[in-house]
């Protein structure tokens, strides 16, 4: 088949590979019925993060199960399947405290930016709908394997509570979600920080209140002034730099959790400030397997639209355009129709 | 009146000062049952922090109220208090959302090593009992003014659970509050680390169920090694130094809580370590306001007994010897009679 490999950065290409195969009784093979770029598929791309080319990309999917291993149990060949980026057994201590994205035999997927994908660890990682889904809510399906589940986890470490006042730091497309998914939780209040007018005006529709264009002190003291002084009560920091993560704790409230899922580059906090300022932290991979199946039901409810984030949609075989719009920030996410 | 000053590190007096006054209308003057010597107060007695010598010394305490300023409304003269390290309004946005340690008021108490205080903001801060308390239990009372109140944090901010398995790091009058905390909190397994044999004998008193004496990776290879492999699934860190916050960090389970009560000094921590860890983080100055009604109820009705921390008992006059006995690690924590 044809699939997506980086050679090296800015050096992507669809060209033949070997088809999947069943390596492991437990692995399923999928049939994928869209694909789309992460935010993370930029480090490598941009060459921020060292690969050793050529790597098979691609880590959101969801689709058609044709063929599993004998070991697997909770999936069958004709089910429309979604599952996290994150492989996960779902019955290690780690998976059944919450935490798959720390399963002790995870792995990280990769290789769905392609017709065909094998799936490791299928019963734990797989979730099927109970049918095949209607096609107008294929994007929001395959949002909810990353990106979606990744803003959801942002709200739910920064402990998101009904009516409360919440912060989000970064628009991109995890930001984007991390207000949906407040918004979904019962927040009154979502204050964005963003200056892109298209992703303002996303946000604006995904549930937020507020937007913040300033950053930095100015942004902080905006946040404050919205707040009557107090800070938020639970801060969504989905960007990972040492800007990023100051801003997002200076605007908490003190007893306020920052939910941070941006990959943090180079940053470093001061135990004696985290003290002072009271702001609790909690990170991480998300467990999107935590989340799947209520993140499911809501899409097949038609109770949110992921998919919107989708600005970009083209044909797999133009996934070279794709990473370049993203990076260029023409695109906030592209998604990739097989 | 006679009143504990520090002019400077392991100079501690006992000697003639102002009598304390009502200077604000807020303000009310106790005289003190009993007060002690803190953890804390051996940084500037070691001069490990600089302080404006002579210095008035004393954060901890419990007492009758012998006169209130005109605004004060909860508290009248006759009645026997106990307030919190941390002066709050009981009003404030903080204070309203759990946090009266970060309160838009706070002031460190101060100058309660003596036999008359005075206690700012004491509508807020202080909390009376219904009749005065039997003599045997003043030194529980004195606890929950800070070194109770700051363990009880340390458990609440880790998220301990009933059933739990929990590791505490630091075999300090906090880390042994610490355990009674987990302990009384529904904590199923409570891992102390110490290697002093009267330290371990009051964690297990207290309720610890394993002493770990290793340190460092030793230590967490050890809790490890208890816990099956998958790491405490709440730990508290009540230390304070770079080694000590990073075993504590090692020790948890993903998607666990570190609470933290020790004052950070020069701690570092490095954000891709504790995103892949996935362990979370709250501490901070304990908001032992919040927790007073329920720890003065939980003393009074005997269910637990803090005042077991208190391993010496001087009168205030040799406060000298409170001071070098806890610096030389002979006494974990000294009583001061009155």
């Known amino acids: 088949m044809l699939a997506t490999v980086l050679h090296g950065p800015g050096d992507v290409r669809y060209e033949p590979v070997e088809d999947p195969q069943i390596l492991k009784p437990t692995d399923a093979i999928i049939r994928l019925a869209a694909t789309c770029v992460c935010g993370s598929d930029l480090w490598p791309y941009r060459g921020l993060q060292p ?3 050529p790597t098979a990309m691609g880590h959101e999917y969801c689709g058609v199960v044709v063929e599993v291993g004998g070991a697997v149990k909770t999936v069958r060949p004709g089910q429309f399947v979604v599952g ?6 779902n019955s290690c201590p780690h998976c059944r405290f919450g935490f798959p994205s720390s399963c002790e035999q995870r792995e990280f997927m990769s290789g769905a930016q392609a017709p065909y994908a ?3 660890l ?7 709908t109970p049918e095949l889904p209607p096609d107008d809510l294929i994007p929001s399906l395959l949002a909810t394997s990353d990106v979606l589940g ?8 920064a402990n998101v509570r009904p009516g409360a006042t919440v912060a989000v730091v970064g628009d991109g497309a995890v930001g984007l979600m991390g207000v949906l998914a407040a918004h979904r939780m019962g927040a009154d209040r979502i204050i964005i920080m963003s200056r892109h007018k298209t992703r303002q005006d996303l946000a604006l529709e995904f549930g937020a209140t ?13 946040v404050r002034e919205l707040t009557a002084g107090v800070g938020a009560d639970a801060v969504l920091e989905c960007v990972g730099t040492q800007d990023s993560m100051e801003q997002a704790i200076r605007c908490a409230r003190p007893g306020a959790m920052v939910g941070y899922v941006g990959v943090p580059h180079g940053v470093r906090l001061d135990g004696q400030t ?12 998300a467990p999107v397997r935590r ?9 097949l409810s038609r109770k949110i639209n992921p998919g919107k984030v989708f600005d970009l949609e083209l044909p797999i075989a133009d996934v070279a355009e794709g990473y370049r719009a993203m990076d260029e920030r023409r695109a906030i996410k592209t998604l990739l129709r097989v």
Do not use: K, N
């Open 291 to 299: 989340f799947l199946p209520h993140l499911i039901d809501l899409v």
């Open 84 to 89: 996290s980026f994150c492989l996960s057994d």
């Open 118 to 120: 094998r799936i490791p």
């Open 51 to 53: 690969t050793s080319a």
């Open 210 to 222: 507020d937007i913040v264009p300033e950053r930095g002190a100015d942004g902080v003291a905006r």
């Open 150 to 157: 990744t803003g959801w986890y942002a709200a739910d470490a």
């Open 274 to 285: 985290l003290f002072f300022s009271q702001t609790g932290l909690m990170g991480g991979p």
């Open 122 to 128: 299928a019963d734990g990682t797989l979730v099927a």
